[in-house]
């Protein structure tokens, strides 16, 4: 072979020389692209983070616009609609980043998400299919990552709670269940108190939920929903000991001041302190599916009051909760009853 000589090297070098220089301006462009990029996800998150959503998604569909094939984008977007409720526009951002990288089960995690909250608020026919299409997402997520656990619980409550039409069914459930306690024993204790859950056999679910917790979850969600179905229930001792797992998980997750002062509440004890930390988390919370909603905290103030019996400042709390949330039975039933003792009173004025 002839070897190169070093004339011939130095020609070699310019074209190359020549070429990055040509390059450089594409380069440049493009790494200041993806500067832009980065800069408007960052401030999308802070503005979710801070539940300021319609600026999220202003930042996130401008992004949109200039990173079309942009997944992650389209992904966040899904969860900003979400979180406003405009079902449509998450299933068709979710629909977007699922086509970019079908691969992700996240993705499809979420998109079976919107379709169901969707199916939640749509017509028999239109829900049964929106189900259905709920259902082949969570398990493309499970099969493309078993470790997803979040995507496999939602699975299981899927088959535990949706009728064999919309291709649900228990069968179905116990043997999903099985394969998640392979996994993580408190995952599947948990998945199991909420199958439990979905029939209303309670005293199986606290037995289950109570072997959750005692296998010390990672997951902050899966504690605090059980502090959810144990305040439902009225449940001091377990909803405390729900507090003790998610300061372990997530020291600081405001949740657990929540549910702490919904604890002495229910116990009518330490007063001061439960309404010190149900106002805390009330100026501190996100407003976020799977938090405490304001109108909630604002029912467990009323509680709060009327156990103190400041039965004004409780009719207050319990005013706002209604106003804030029409539906709640608790506290319209808690309003009846003070304003009729309160005109049973002697004195009490027509």
Not at 27 to 34: I, K, M, P, S, V
Not at 109 to 115: A, P, Q, R, S
Not at 249 to 257: C, G, N, T, V, Y
Request: with cysteine; net charge neutral.
């Amino acid at each position: 072979m002839r070897a190169t000589s070093v004339a011939e090297v130095k020609p070699i070098k310019i074209l190359l020389f020549a070429a990055l220089l040509a390059a450089a301006p594409l380069l440049n462009a493009q790494a200041a692209d993806r500067l832009r990029r980065d800069d408007s996800l960052k401030a999308a998150r802070e503005a979710f983070e801070a539940s300021d959503y319609s600026k999220a998604a202003t930042l996130l569909q401008q992004a949109a616009a200039q990173n079309p094939r942009d997944a992650e984008i389209h992904f966040l977007l899904a969860k900003t609609y979400y979180e406003f409720q405009q079902h449509d526009a998450a299933i068709a951002s979710a629909e977007k980043a699922v086509a970019i990288d079908p691969q992700s089960s996240l993705y499809h995690e979420w998109l079976g998400k919107v379709y169901g909250e969707k199916a939640d608020h749509s017509s028999m026919f239109s829900a049964l299919s929106l189900a259905k299409k709920a259902r082949k997402e969570f398990e493309r997520a499970v099969q493309l990552d078993q470790h997803n656990f979040s995507a496999q619980q939602a699975l299981i409550e899927f088959d535990c709670s949706a009728p064999s039409i919309a291709g649900g069914g228990e069968d179905k459930a116990g043997p999903e269940i099985a394969r998640l306690t392979a996994l993580d024993a408190a995952e599947g204790h948990y998945a199991a108190g909420n199958c439990r859950r979905q029939k209303k056999d309670f005293a199986a679910a606290d037995a289950e939920f109570d072997k959750a917790l005692a296998l010390h979850p990672k997951s902050a969600e899966l504690i605090f929903d059980i502090g959810d179905y144990a305040m439902k229930h009225d449940q001091a001792e377990r909803i405390l000991l729900v507090v003790d797992e998610g300061e372990r998980a997530a020291p600081s997750d405001p949740r657990s001041k929540f549910y702490r002062g919904v604890a002495w509440v229910i116990k009518n004890e330490n007063d001061q302190e439960s309404e010190r930390l149900l106002c805390e988390y009330l100026k501190q919370a996100p407003r976020r599916n799977g938090f405490p909603p304001l109108w909630r905290i604002h029912e467990w103030l009323g509680r709060l009051y009327e156990n103190q019996k400041k039965t004004q400042q409780a009719v207050q709390e319990y005013e706002i909760a209604v106003k804030l949330e029409p539906k709640s039975k608790d506290a319209r039933e808690a309003l009846k009853r003070l304003k009729k003792q309160e005109a049973s009173r002697p004195g009490a004025t027509s």
